[in-house]
């Protein structure tokens, strides 16, 4: 199988395609816009298999999705701008990345016969979960730019199911950690600015609850699901790993040998929901579980950012963060 990948440049992106390259005989194109958060160094490991292929182009450029999709068995779309703070300061880049982007890679893929195309979502289009979890076919209700970019692309990728047969599958999952993350989401940044003896910046009264699942875990999922999932459907991806960020980062601070006097804290962001929460009945029932405990990820991933300061001191001092 031929996949071309976008945004695989990335933090999921790019361990995805690690986890193909490991576990199946797929080529793989990665296609990626090389935007802040897409990182040649993140890939670099994988641009000489001679099973890999890198186009620098934007999935919002038909032209250039044109030329480079045809041929490829299935799309994996991952490319997305993702950090809710910068779709409050600006969300124009999410809209365009996001919805037009999502809308070219359909048109294209529908032109050129694809035979899957696998939509990477967020939990966070459901919105603030008070209580109980929320299932594939709860209401969306998206608070920020960003979670309602995320939310208009999966109903853009979806209407292309239904309207012209593309045969779509949408994952949502939930927050992902592990090597490879950008340093401005809040695992990364709290760890590396432990490590430099600097303080952590906790939103509000640090109470905000989010499920965490290894990113190996999410890409087990999205390679079962590319396989054997339904298309037309929507599957939720979770771990069961919910914790306030006051707990995560207590968490990380044993692990960085640093106490309390670290925590530095800040005004709230706006908008910022209290939970998100998931069912996953619909992948259990396929046979996937995850594997990693929470504690044993989050250990083995501050020790990778204890390790590999040459990938992400040169992107922290670059952003000024």
């Not at 969300?91 to 294209?108: E, H, K, Q, Y």
């Not at 965490?212 to 875990?217: L, Q």
Request: contains cysteine.
């Amino acid at each position: 199988m031929k996949l071309f990948v976008t945004g695989a440049a990335g933090f999921i992106g790019s361990n995805y395609v690690r986890h193909v390259l490991a576990t199946t005989d797929h080529e793989v194109t990665i296609f990626d816009a090389l935007t802040y958060a897409g990182n040649l160094a993140s890939i670099r490991d994988v641009l000489d298999d001679r099973r890999t292929e890198f186009v620098h182009a934007d999935i919002a450029d038909a032209d250039a999705v044109a030329r480079s999709m045809d041929g490829h068995d299935a799309v994996v779309h991952f490319a997305a701008e993702t950090h809710v703070d910068r779709s409050i300061v600006d969300g124009s880049a999410f809209v365009r990345t996001n919805c037009v982007g999502t809308n070219v890679l359909c048109d294209v893929a529908n032109q050129v016969g694809v035979d899957r195309f696998l939509h990477i979502s967020t939990d966070e289009v459901y919105g603030s979960v008070e209580e109980g979890s929320s299932s594939e076919s709860d209401p969306l209700a998206p608070r920020s730019p960003y979670s309602a970019a995320k939310a208009g692309s999966d109903l853009i990728a979806l209407s292309h199911h239904v309207t012209y047969g593309l045969p779509v599958i949408v994952t949502r999952c939930s927050n992902n950690y592990g090597p490879y993350q950008f340093p401005e989401k809040v695992i990364p940044l709290f760890t590396t600015n432990l490590l430099d003896g600097l303080k952590v910046p906790l939103y509000g009264d640090g109470g905000n609850i989010r499920d965490w699942i290894h990113v190996e875990d999410h890409n087990r999922a999205a390679q079962l699901l590319l396989e054997r999932g339904a298309p037309g459907e929507i599957y939720n991806i979770g771990a069961g790993n919910e914790l306030t960020n006051r707990e995560l980062t207590h968490r990380l601070l044993e692990l960085c040998a640093r106490d309390e006097s670290f925590i530095e804290p800040v005004a709230d962001r706006a908008g910022h929901d209290r939970r998100y929460s998931v069912t996953i009945d619909k992948m259990t029932a396929l046979g996937w579980r995850p594997t990693r405990t929470f504690d044993e990820g989050l250990a083995e991933t501050v020790e990778w950012y204890r390790a590999h300061r040459d990938w992400w001191e040169p992107l922290k001092a670059a952003a000024a963060f």
